[in-house]
């Protein structure tokens, strides 16, 4: 073979041989970049399905947000519904409760008018036959003396007159025995009037107690539906709860201290709970009471310590704890029973008596006001009584029963404790009375009884307390004192204020003599 066919041969087979590399190398490109295609597209739909995964999350999220905000939002407009709600129920049970009470009122008014209607309706009955036997005895006059009729009347007007006035005399007279027949069941009355008698601001501190809410909704859960947890608790404790419109509080009122407290810290111990219920309120009522009781004890106790006065019986000592809820003319009775005691002491020092006993004597002789809210009977004879069942000594049982003149005294130490009283308790301005009202109140009270036809002279004794009246016997008879007491005792009544009571004491002295010669 010639050298040029072979080059030429040589130069086909490479020219083949490069195209068979060329297609082999293409091939092998084209699965690469198939390959590459299939994982780019795969990558591509992974991303793909990602996105649509994370936009599916996404709108799930926004749609639970969504929900939440819309439930939240709900919840907060039923709650303010259900708050409104529950106001205006309590409004309404408010409502009701006033109702009945206006209702309970306007039935006692009623009664009150019926009777004031009954009353009346016999005193014009009275005066048509007091009119009918006037013109009668008129008529009768003329005929038998022959008088004018001017004459005959001013006769028949003095004789009326007379009658009417020993008549009057003679029925005061025996409503005043009735009247003492009667003084243990009016006893509570008559302490009620005295304390209405307080002026205002002491009254309220004296009589109320205020009790601060945390918030306006909690008058009506003390009040509780139709009224049973305020039912609930005037029942166990025996005070009365007054729920106005003055925003935040509720008054208790009663006049015995001990319960008024009782049903305060109930009150306070029940709003802390959060439970109230007739259950719940009587579990704590019943528990607020056991510790009222050992806080009395342990004030007794360490009143008889403070005044080292040696061992007392435990009711006595328990009796001395409740005079610290006791107020008497503005004055707190438990602190008054000390200082007396305290003047007791010295002044039986100073005249060489047993010191010991007359502070014995001066602590106990207010001690029946611990219980005349609960018994009948005054507090000298209640005190009295209780300090001889509990075996006090004799003078100890006297200084009680005389520190007022009530009864005379037996021992000199009585006679102390007497004077300590006046010294702490009936002294210008220890009872929140000024020197210059406290002077004019006394001038006041003699004025009034001196300005009766008959009556000589007028001391305002005890403080302004009683009033001892001097009469001429020649001018008022015994019938006629009676009367004449009884209008002054109206007079003060309506003319003068002033705490407590005064006692109207007319004195009638007949003296006859003869000179022997």
Not at 202 to 219: A, F, G, Q, Y
Not at 254 to 270: G, H, K, V, Y
Request: overall charge negative.
């Amino acid at each position: 073979m010639s050298p040029i066919l072979s080059a030429i041969l040589a130069g086909v087979v490479g020219i083949v041989i490069g195209v068979v590399i060329m297609t082999m190398t293409s091939k092998a490109g084209l699965d690469r970049a198939k390959t590459q295609a299939q994982a780019i597209l795969e990558e591509s739909n992974a991303k793909a399905d990602n996105i649509v995964r994370q936009a599916t999350l996404d709108g799930k999220q926004q749609v639970y947000e969504m929900k939440t905000q819309a439930e939240k939002e709900l919840k907060d407009q039923r709650n303010r519904i259900q708050q409104t709600e529950n106001k205006l129920l309590r409004r309404e049970d408010s409502l009701n409760f006033r109702e009945e009470n206006l209702n309970t009122k306007e039935k006692k008014l009623e009664e009150k008018t019926r009777t004031v209607d009954e009353e009346l309706a016999n005193i014009d009955k009275m005066q048509i036959e007091l009119q009918a036997r006037i013109d009668n005895q008129i008529t009768v006059l003329e005929r038998a003396a022959k008088l004018s009729q001017e004459d005959a009347k001013k006769e028949l007007m003095e004789a009326v007159a007379k009658k009417t006035e020993k008549e009057v005399a003679e029925y005061l007279h025996e409503q005043d025995e009735i009247a003492q027949e009667k003084a243990a069941q009016n006893a509570r009355n008559i302490i009620a009037t005295a304390i209405q008698r307080y002026s205002q601001d002491e009254t309220i501190e004296r009589t109320v107690s205020v009790v601060t809410l945390p918030s306006e909704d909690m008058k009506g859960r003390i009040i509780g539906r139709e009224g049973r947890n305020i039912k609930a608790i005037e029942q166990a404790t025996g005070v009365d709860l007054i729920i106005d419109d003055t925003p935040d509080i509720i008054t208790v009122s009663c006049f015995d201290p001990i319960r008024r407290e009782i049903a305060r810290q109930s009150l306070e111990t029940l709003m802390k709970d959060g439970r109230i219920q007739p259950g719940r309120i009587e579990e704590v009522v019943a528990k607020v009471t056991r510790e009222m009781d050992e806080t009395v004890q342990k004030i007794g106790e360490e009143a008889i310590f403070k005044l080292s006065i040696g061992r007392m019986n435990k009711e006595l000592v328990r009796l001395l704890g409740r005079l610290r809820f006791r107020y008497s003319y503005g004055q707190n009775v438990l602190e008054h029973s000390m200082e007396v005691a305290v003047f007791s002491g010295i002044i039986a020092a100073e005249l060489g008596l047993n010191q010991s006993l007359a502070k014995r004597a001066g602590l106990l002789h207010d001690i029946g006001k611990a219980i005349d809210f609960e018994q009948e009977g005054s507090h000298v004879e209640l005190g009295a009584k209780v300090a001889k069942k509990y075996g006090e000594n004799a003078i100890v049982v006297n200084s009680i029963e005389s520190h007022h003149g009530d009864v005379p005294t037996s021992d000199i130490i009585a006679e102390i404790v007497s004077a300590a009283d006046t010294l702490s308790a009936a002294r210008p301005g220890a009872r929140y009375e000024s020197m210059e009202n406290y002077i004019e109140r006394l001038e006041q009270l003699e004025n009034i009884a001196t300005s009766y036809d008959g009556v000589e002279k007028a001391y305002a004794i005890q403080a302004g307390r009683e009033i001892r009246v001097m009469v001429q016997p020649d001018r008022i008879n015994d019938i006629t004192m009676v009367k004449v007491a009884h209008d002054i005792k109206e007079r003060i009544q309506n003319e003068l204020t002033y705490p407590g009571q005064i006692k109207v004491t007319l004195i009638r002295e007949v003296r006859v003599q003869e000179l022997a010669q």
